[in-house]
């Protein structure tokens, strides 16, 4: 490999670690492209108007691509099982074996590059141990877009492109994944029960909707509005995917989402959501355990030797696929929704308390990731086999079939 590239390796190992990113120009620059992204797509569709360069067209081929390996890997019999399906293990061998060829029909990118921009494209669709997917595993595709856009592959006038076309896109074939093999959410119920497994499309979602003239933060209680909406905007999507596989109402098993449906304007939802990215994401060591940082070209990062040298206490090596997955019952304070709803306490902050495992102080995730957390695709077929059972009801529409009970869904510990 061209000195200039190297492959990403984990670095952050520690509480200090993790400060220390937080003031890198490496954290700058992802919470900066975030930003930028966010502000691209600002009132715009998902079918709104935006200029398309060769790279773009070229990463959505890709796309296509992943999602045609996908179907050429079949889940293996598992009804036994509500857990991650192990043909993901096949799936993810098969990315990882197509990557570098995938990756050379992207317009300007070095070949040189391509073994240190592929680790983040691999990395996005899960974790091949676990079988897990989480708000880490997102940030890894918008990593390697980030990459991407520095080597020269995309370039300025695509941003709104990059969200409402090559990530809308990520986010599809995501769910395709996600519903073949049972990926189980990394966490105890994704990240502050917004989804599963997805943040940045609710962020992202609610920069589209700021400013819309009839929609507001209370209309995803409305279904009718989430049908009609939804083929034009993520929030309201992401919205519906939760209702098609979940029963009961959203104060049960979403409830930050019922609490920020509270909030009067859109503008404030995604300020809101910034934060709470920078705080839950960004700045949470469980998550950011797993960052991979690459050359000074991209996403670098050099701890100075006083901070290189210190060692975490956790019994599990950093090269674990579980390190920091061993987490005790542990919340945090909630920086970006204050007043939002029921849960905020004095001030406007959300009461939580601040114990917690391995990196998680006030770290506002839930049950130990060590505990497997079944698939809510995997709770769906297991109600299935019972058709006796109260409560289930089927999905409408193609490929459609039974959403979980409400009883089959934990809350977040906080609710």
């Known amino acids: 490999m061209d000195s200039q590239y190297h492959t990403p390796t984990k670095v952050i190992l520690t509480p200090a670690h993790l400060e220390y990113f937080q003031e890198s120009e490496t954290y700058k620059s992802v919470i900066g492209y975030i930003e930028i992204l ?16 060769e790279g773009i067209t070229a990463a959505l081929k890709i796309l296509d691509e992943v999602e045609n390996l996908v179907k050429e890997t079949p889940p293996i019999d598992n009804k036994s099982s509500r857990f991650g399906n192990p043909a993901f293990k096949d799936f993810y061998d098969k990315v990882s074996g197509a990557s570098t060829a995938l990756h050379a ?25 676990r079988v897990d997917y989480g708000s880490g595993m997102e940030l890894n595709f918008l990593c390697w877009m980030l990459c991407l856009e520095k080597i020269g592959v995309f370039n300025e006038s695509d941003h709104k492109a990059l969200v409402l076309r090559l990530f809308w896109r990520y986010i599809s074939v995501m769910r ?20 599963d497994y997805h943040f940045l499309p609710f962020l992202f979602g609610s920069s589209q909707l700021r400013g819309h003239k009839y929609l507001r933060p209370k209309s995803i209680h409305d279904k009718e509005i989430v049908e009609e909406f939804s ?7 992401c919205i519906q995917f939760i209702n098609s596989i979940k029963t009961a109402s959203l104060r049960w098993h979403s409830p930050m989402l019922d609490d920020i449906s509270a909030v009067k304007t859109w503008d404030k939802t995604n300020s809101g959501m910034l934060k709470m990215y920078r705080a839950e994401v960004l700045g949470k060591l469980p998550v950011m355990q797993h960052f991979l940082f690459g050359s000074s070209t991209l996403l670098p990062l050099t701890l100075p030797a006083s901070l290189a ?17 061993a987490h005790t019952h542990t919340h945090g304070q909630h920086p970006g929704l204050a007043g939002a709803g029921p849960l905020s306490g004095p001030g406007g902050m959300m009461d939580l308390d601040a114990s917690g495992g391995v990196g998680q102080a006030q770290s506002g995730w839930g049950d130990c990731c060590g505990i497997p957390v079944p698939s809510a695709f995997g709770a769906a077929a297991a109600a299935a086999a019972d058709t006796s059972a109260a409560g289930l009801r089927s999905l409408d529409g193609p490929g459609s079939g039974p959403t979980v009970m409400g009883g089959a869904v934990r809350p977040v510990p906080f609710d």
């Open 176 to 195: 395709v994944v996600q519903s073949t093999y049972w990926l189980e959410p990394a966490g105890s119920h994704g990240v502050w029960g917004l989804d």
């Open 309 to 325: 040298n210190s060692t975490t206490t956790s019994s599990v090596s950093p090269d674990d696929p579980h390190y920091g997955h």
């Open 38 to 53: 966010n502000e691209a797509v600002a009132g715009a569709s998902l079918t709104a108007e935006c200029t398309q360069s």
């Open 231 to 237: 083929k034009q905007y993520m929030y309201l999507a």
């Open 105 to 129: 029909t992207l317009p300007n990118l070095p070949h040189s590059a391509i073994p240190e921009v592929s680790v983040y494209f691999n990395e996005s669709w899960g974790n091949r141990t």
